[in-house]
């Protein structure tokens, strides 16, 4: 088996502020994720990545950046908080191919004020 | 297009009665469909997913779902519901050349004594 770890598990920014969220996996999947999950809207797709050093952007990519320096880790940038934003950030990998089981970590909860 | 419909946003239960969540998807092709529970203030974890074949899949905890084509559905379903089954399930579309799961926005589930 393996985990996904995300820090932090909260996130208290300011306005205008750049944010950076942080996930490692242990399952040496070569694929991750980072989703935006927002009451009644379900999980949107900001970035994920194939492979070390690989990007790819999702539906919802405006405002943020990515980065994959090594395989176990992904880290976002929220590049300007909003203010009155709510969300959480979900991390997954999976092996491969998107038709694989994701495995997701427990979030980053984001408030800012 | 792809994309994922959950027409519930919640749905009660008593415990021990009948479940059924309902997922519609909008795909041209063959589909990977996906369940996820989420416990609160947890990650997302696989129910189960139907790839081809039987049409109708067994997951964990007693949960199957039955994949329709002709009716673009794949709803899930559990003969007797446990109160520790509230959680939030999430329906997820793959296709077979897709790179990353689409997710619909989620049923809550609550399970009344």
């Known amino acids: 088996g393996g985990i996904i770890t995300q820090t932090p598990k909260f996130l208290i920014g300011q306005e205008g502020q750049k944010l950076t969220l942080k996930c490692q996996q242990n399952f040496n999947h070569d694929t991750m994720y980072w989703y935006r999950q927002d009451s009644g809207k379900g999980l949107r797709l900001i970035y994920y990545?194939?492979?070390?050093?690989?990007?790819q952007k999702g539906d919802l990519s405006e405002g943020y950046d990515a980065s994959r320096e090594k395989k176990s880790s992904f880290s976002l940038t929220v590049t300007s908080a909003q203010k009155n934003e709510m969300a959480v950030f979900l991390c997954a990998s999976s092996s491969t191919f998107s038709q694989n089981t994701l495995y997701f970590g427990a979030g980053t909860r984001l408030s800012v004020l | 297009a792809q994309s994922v419909t959950q027409p519930d946003a919640r749905v009660t239960v008593s415990e021990g009665a009948s479940l059924q969540l309902r997922c519609k998807y909008s795909y041209s092709g063959t589909p990977y469909l996906f369940w996820y529970v989420q416990y609160p203030r947890q990650g997302l974890q696989l129910l189960l997913k139907?790839?081809?074949?039987?049409?109708v899949v067994q997951g964990v905890n007693g949960f199957e779902a039955e994949f329709s084509k002709s009716n673009s559905s794949f709803h899930l379903r559990k003969a007797s519901v446990h109160w520790s089954d509230s959680a939030v399930y999430f329906c997820?579309?793959?296709?077979?050349?897709?790179?990353?799961?689409?997710f619909g926005t989620g049923t809550k589930l609550q399970v009344v004594p």
């Open positions: 139907y790839y081809s074949g039987d049409p």
């Open positions: 997820a579309l793959s296709s077979n050349s897709g790179t990353y799961q689409r």
């Open positions: 990545s194939i492979t070390e050093n690989d990007l």
